[in-house]
């Protein structure tokens, strides 16, 4: 069963029958950095916020076998329970946002039949944008890593930072949460890229967002400047962006694709910047900008 949990905003809620949904990156779960990702985005916009650990990021073989057949069909069961504690709390509008691993997730999760009150979709990052081998897949994410520790070095290092970096929040978390976590992330990490390699390295994203278009519901995705999920080669990522830039500009407004400038594949991890980048999302539809007391 997958797991699935309700924040809410420590200081209450002001925009009623508004709701977010997000879901659990790469090495987190519910329990863990993406309750806290959930929290922080119930009480930067006091709405209820409902975070969900991802279909076969924690569970069995099996459903692996039934997410590589159809994605879509995978993720019903959570769908039909993020549904049931939207009517639960009359949640009329949700907005769906994830990034990275969650971003993809995010995109299966709007075209399930199972959401009945999806207004917006926003997915950062999001994997599956291109397709290439399990094995460069694995070998794109380790030299990535590398070139990524290397930019914020460099980064950190100039007068003024020109890059948005993610911030730690774990280590205002007490010691026994701390350990707690940390013994957490890496068998979380290791299952969960074992069930998903395939998957992931598929080129999944440009198929799911001319369907949200054609469904009429609004998207907005975006990639960092310094990408780990578009194509390490130049012309190959700017035909990649190229693709779905086509498919944006023939959704009549509803979907926008836009590459993020100072930005890297972690900087979405910041909590504070992944916010200012859902408002800026909603925006245009006018539905979690808080009203003017808040």
């Known amino acids: 069963m997958n ?25 987190s779960s519910i329990h863990e950095d993406t309750g806290r990702d959930a929290q922080a985005l119930a009480d930067r916009f006091r709405v209820l916020t409902i975070a969900a650990d991802r279909p076969v990021s924690l569970h069995r073989k099996e459903m692996a076998a039934a997410l590589a057949t159809d994605a879509v069909s995978a993720t019903m069961n959570i769908a039909s329970a993020i549904d ?13 946002a994830g990034r990275s691993a969650a971003g993809l997730s995010i995109l299966e999760l709007a075209l399930t039949e199972g959401i009945s009150n999806a207004r917006l979709v926003y997915a950062a990052e999001p994997v599956g944008s291109y397709a290439l081998s ?35 929040d774990a280590r205002n978390l007490p010691l026994p949460a701390r350990l707690k976590r940390m013994a957490a992330m890496v068998p979380l990490f290791l299952r969960d890229r074992a069930l998903n390699t395939e ?10 967002l001319t369907k949200i278009a054609s469904a009429g519901l609004p998207a907005r995705v975006e990639f960092a400047e310094h990408s780990l999920v578009l194509p390490d080669a130049a012309a190959e990522r700017q035909q990649t962006l ?18 993020v400038p100072g930005t890297t594949h972690a900087s979405f991890d ?8 859902l408002q800026a999302a909603s925006a245009p539809h006018d539905f979690i900008i808080p009203p003017p007391e808040f």
């Open 3 to 27: 797991r699935v949990t309700v924040k809410v905003p420590q200081q209450g809620v002001v925009r009623e029958g508004v709701g977010i949904v997000t879901m659990n990156h790469l090495g």
């Open 84 to 96: 049931h504690i939207a009517d639960t709390h009359d949640l009329k509008t949700l907005l769906l």
């Open 134 to 168: 399990a094995a460069a897949g694995k070998a794109r994410f380790a030299a990535y890593q590398v070139e990524q520790k290397a930019l914020l070095a460099a980064d950190d290092a100039l007068e003024a930072r020109t890059l948005v970096h993610p911030n730690d």
């Open 199 to 208: 998957h992931w390295a598929k080129a999944l994203v440009p198929d799911y």
């Open 242 to 259: 190229e693709d779905m830039l086509a498919t944006a500009a023939n959704s009549n407004g509803l979907l926008v694709v836009e590459t």
């Open 270 to 277: 910041n909590r504070d910047f992944f916010g200012d980048r």
